[in-house]
């Protein structure tokens, strides 16, 4: 089966390595320049470097059909820097899921495959989508949503290990983001982890760096550009994390269910 997610950002690949796994095909859409700040556990990556890794899934910068033919012949996960998913047309999957965790949604359409999955907040199962899955961390995160919609955007973060505004690194002013330090470093409050121009960024509480965004992104005042992991463990900045897999495993979910219906419909026509 064919499945074409949008976004390959840290959330969205969590739930393609799930999918991949699991003997899907898939292929990825992104922006020309992501935003993406869990780089090392996303495929959005490939958008910059060509090649990359996800634990032990490979994703490789795609530009033609042609070449996202060979990518899935080659157990790869395919990335099409395609912003309005142009690609959807041509690929013809069965299953769209939209992972772009915009909080609103983008252009998705009930319509776009036989199966299509909207993450987080934005969309209505039965509406725009035919499920939706919970983002919001909680006794609900991953939970597949078959009427109605995830619980709205908060605009307060999750939170790990006691903190959680603190822990997000953001743009001091409008400019060019540039990193101080790497993915994996581990800081203390008020240390310098990157620059707007030459506006310095300050972590705002102690830990490992999570996520960072890469050199030369345009950022706006307030927009997220890193996270800080307060418990310090230096693993973690490389492995698909706990919401992530629970997500994908709310996605997989979705995917065979619906999958089964379809079929369950289709064995009452043929009797």
Not at 83 to 95: D, Q, S, T, Y
Not at 122 to 134: K, N, R
Not at 188 to 198: A, L, M
Request: with cysteine; glycine share 12%; proline share 3%.
């Amino acid at each position: 089966m064919k499945i074409l997610i949008r976004g390959a950002g840290d959330l969205a690949s969590g739930i393609a390595c799930r999918l991949h796994r699991c003997g899907f095909f898939v292929v990825m859409t992104e922006i020309p320049v992501p935003t993406t700040v869990r780089r090392t556990v996303a495929f959005s990556r490939a958008v910059y470097e060509n090649m990359v890794k996800v634990e032990d899934i490979t994703g490789v910068l795609c530009s033609s059909m042609e070449e996202i033919e060979e990518a899935l012949s080659k157990d790869q996960v395919a990335v099409v820097v395609d912003e309005v998913c142009r690609i959807r047309k041509e690929f013809n999957p069965a299953v769209v899921v939209d992972a772009i965790i915009a909080k609103k949604n983008l252009g998705t359409r009930i319509t776009d495959a036989d199966i299509v999955i909207g993450v987080g907040p934005g969309f209505t199962a039965g509406e725009d989508c035919h499920a939706v899955v919970e983002t919001k961390r909680g006794h609900d995160l991953g939970r597949c949503i078959w009427k109605g919609s995830a619980f709205p955007n908060s605009g307060v973060p999750g939170m790990i290990g006691g903190y959680d505004k603190e822990r997000i690194i953001r743009a001091v002013k409008n400019g060019i983001f540039h990193p101080a330090v790497t993915i994996g470093t581990v800081v203390k409050q008020n240390d310098v982890v990157g620059y707007v121009d030459d506006t310095p960024v300050l972590a705002e509480v102690g830990g490992v760096v999570r996520g960072l965004l890469q050199e030369g992104v345009t950022v706006c005042s307030g927009m997220k550009s890193g996270d800080i992991d307060p418990r310090g463990v230096i693993q973690h900045c490389y492995t698909i994390s706990d919401k992530a897999s629970a997500i994908g495993g709310g996605v997989l979910e979705a995917v065979l269910s619906l999958t089964k219906k379809s079929l369950t419909e289709k064995e009452r026509v043929l009797q």
